[in-house]
């Protein structure tokens, strides 16, 4: 979830404009999954103003040693800045933007019973022409759906279980 | 209503089989932060401004901002049954109030849900809440008076169909007395009431409810509460719902008066929504919009023209002051918006002067299109005199030697003020205002004691009823002051003045 304001998606658009124009989007992809990885314990010290800032960057420097120099720019700015704290959320932005710009949308499933391999292959494949867009699906099961399934792709949810169904006859009976 | 178990079981069956189970489709999103009325919601990007989005559980939300990330909502209603994480829907719908005739005698919520337990509101119809006001092309020049039956209100700020007219003053100066002696005296002329209630006591609600109800004028008013302990989002919204009641009637070719009471409670509900939905705060800690606020409201009252049904909407919006401070924000923005206001002081009220007008600062900027003629005709002076006189008698408190001129316009005025008095509750009808106006501004009353002008007046209400009904009827047949209809006046006042004897207390002199 990228709240806490815009900040991570600025840095994100940034680098992912660096890496599409040097055409090593992978590559950076990569090296900013790696820091995502960092320990926290890591991510605190290199944020830590305790600890004087040549040490924290040339710690930094140490710590991203072999990567792509816009990445190590990256964090060297964010130590300057004592924005280290949003590195995680700047590699899920980056994640996000990426699948963005390649055309590949998020869903979620959600079924009243498990779905078989076949059924969810032609599930996806009906959304990905219905919304002109390669899905990347999650499956779920939630049997108080009682029937049908909820499907979510981004923002947009189509709600065809049977429970909302029958809460809808409710809320028509009752009026 | 007599329904029988089968019927039930019928319609029961109808509806199933009729029911449409297309599964639903909307835009969701999570609350990720609730609070004070207030919902930060991620997602939801496909979001309109001002949607209505659907909380569950039947908890509703208006779309206040719409951010990069998240949606901020007002709840409409009680907040604290929303979770973190809860799902959040759009509705593809503005918020919308049931309107219709089934509204007339009720008491509603900003939501148009009955307070008076008389049972479900029975009408088809609904208006969104916020709409934008008609265009000039529908429009025309105010041209019928709206009589709210108050003496000094009908004669020198005269309120025509369609007009706003704030009424403005410092608490306990009558504010509200005078908006609900006019409903009480809309009583069979046609126009439907809606009388707003935003930030009120419950109990000072209560007792307006009962007065109208006593006074017979429930019967075509309909009352919006949004009290002082409902959700601040209620009564932001509440002068819009109140608005778009009267809207229906305005629209179906009728006319209606809509009384906002009070517009700086208002403006102080929206202050808590804007700054808990971190809206920038400006001058007195108001958004920037906070004209905006009242001014699209109050555009919404209209005078329509013929090919537009030709019906009305009159809003009467009441500020309250401070210390008689109308150059305060929220005054000062109500007032520029308006077409005139009715100034109430504290110390006319205090010296006996009921209603508290101030004639000298109160205006009516477009209703004089809209007086009866033979009223503006009877007033002409009036005004005018009344400034004189409240000069000369401040000069004259200084006790010195006045000349002959001088102590008269002090007599004329002194009685002038007299009959502009009026005691809450008792409207009168526009012919009786303008004999009694004319009693005064023609010397009638220059030889009556000052405190004997009410008596006077008392007396003449009941010579007019029972000894001279044509003259009243001759009134309201020609509408125009006219030579015979003078005559008849006078006439009637020299039998009366003839008959009646109004002398000084132990005959002592004047003035």
């Known amino acids: 979830m990228a709240l806490g304001g815009s900040g991570p998606r600025r840095y994100a658009e940034a680098v992912l404009d660096i890496a599409t124009a040097e055409g090593a989007v992978p590559a950076y992809h990569a090296a900013l999954e790696q820091l995502g990885g960092l320990a926290p314990s890591t991510v605190r010290m290199l944020g830590d103003p305790g600890v004087p800032l040549e040490r924290r960057l040339q710690a930094a420097d140490a710590a991203t040693k072999g990567q792509p120099d816009p990445v190590r720019g990256l964090v060297a700015l964010l130590v300057r800045r004592h924005r280290m704290a949003l590195i995680g959320r700047i590699t899920d932005a980056f994640t996000q933007l990426v699948e963005q710009r390649a055309g590949i949308a998020r869903a979620r499933v959600t079924t009243a019973v498990e779905l078989d391999g076949a059924a969810r292959d032609a599930l996806v494949s009906r959304l990905s022409h219905a919304t002109g867009k390669t899905i990347r699906a999650t499956f779920a099961v939630d049997p108080d759906l009682l029937g049908g399934a909820r499907l979510q792709v981004g923002d947009h949810l189509v709600d065809a279980s049977l429970r909302a169904r029958l809460h809808s006859l409710l809320q028509q009976l009752a009026r | ?51 209505l989005l659907d909380f569950g559980n039947g908890i509703f939300g208006l779309a206040f901002n719409l951010e990069e990330d998240t949606v901020s909502a007002i709840v409409l209603g009680d907040y604290t049954r929303i979770t973190e994480g809860g799902e959040v829907r759009t509705t593809g719908r503005i918020a919308e109030v049931p309107v219709g005739d089934a509204l007339v005698g009720r008491v509603v919520d900003t939501l148009g849900r009955p307070l008076d337990g008389k049972g479900a509101i029975e009408t088809a119809e609904t208006r969104r809440i916020d709409v934008v006001a008609p265009g000039v092309i529908k429009r025309k020049n105010v041209d019928t008076p709206l009589q709210t039956g108050i003496k000094v209100i009908d004669s020198i700020t005269p309120i025509g169909r369609g007009q706003r007219e704030l009424i403005i003053g410092d608490r306990q100066t009558g504010k509200t007395a005078i908006a609900i002696d006019t409903i009480i005296n809309q009583k069979g002329q046609g126009v439907y009431c809606i009388y707003v209630a935003i930030g009120q006591k419950e109990s000072s609600v209560a007792k307006i409810v ?81 004209f905006y606020l009242h001014s699209r409201l109050l555009e919404r009252a209209a005078r329509m023209n013929d090919e537009n049904g030709n019906g009305s909407l009159t809003a009467l919006p009441i500020i309250e002051t401070q210390a008689n401070d109308i150059a305060a924000y929220i005054p000062a923005n109500v007032i520029s918006i308006t077409d005139g206001q009715i100034y109430l ?36 002076s009036l005004k005018l005199d009344l400034g004189q006189y409240r000069e000369l008698a401040a000069f004259a408190q200084f006790g010195s030697d006045l000349d002959k001129a001088t102590l008269a316009q002090l007599r004329r005025g002194e009685r002038l003020v007299e009959i502009l008095k009026q005691p809450q509750y008792q409207p009168l009808t526009v012919e009786k205002e303008i004999v009694i106006i004319f009693t005064g501004t023609a010397g009638y009353l220059d030889d009556v004691p000052k405190d004997k002008v009410g008596q006077f007046e008392r007396d003449l209400d009941r010579f007019m009823d029972t000894q001279h009904p044509d003259v009243g009827r001759l009134i309201l047949k020609e509408r125009k002051w006219t030579p015979e209809v003078e005559k008849a006046v006078r006439a009637m006042l020299d039998e009366f003045k003839r008959t009646n004897r109004y002398t000084e207390p132990h005959g002592v002199g004047a003035p």
Request: glycine residues 12%.
């Open chain 2, 345 to 380: 002081e504290t110390d006319l009220f205090n010296a006996g002067v009921r209603p508290a007008m101030n004639t000298g600062l109160s205006v009516s900027r477009v209703g004089g299109d809209a007086q009866v003629k033979a009223m503006s005709k009877v007033t002409g």
């Open chain 2, 210 to 290: 009962a007065t109208l109800e006593e006074h017979g004028a429930m019967e075509h008013t309909t009352v919006v509460i949004a009290g002082a302990s409902d959700a601040a989002t209620m009564q932001y919204l509440a002068p819009y719902a109140g608005c778009a009641i009267g809207e229906h009637f305005r629209d179906a070719g009728k006319d209606a008066l809509c009384v906002y009471d009070d517009l700086t409670k208002h403006a102080q509900a929206y202050r808590q929504v804007s700054l808990l939905a971190r809206r920038p705060p400006g001058r007195e800690a108001y958004p920037g919009d906070v």
């Open chain 2, 1 to 51: 209503m007599a329904t029988t178990s089968s019927e039930i079981t019928e319609i029961i069956k109808a509806q199933i089989r009729g029911f449409d189970g297309r599964p639903e489709a909307a835009d969701v999103g999570t609350v990720v932060e609730i609070g004070d009325g207030i919902a930060r919601i991620y997602g939801l990007s496909g979001c309109m401004a001002s949607e």
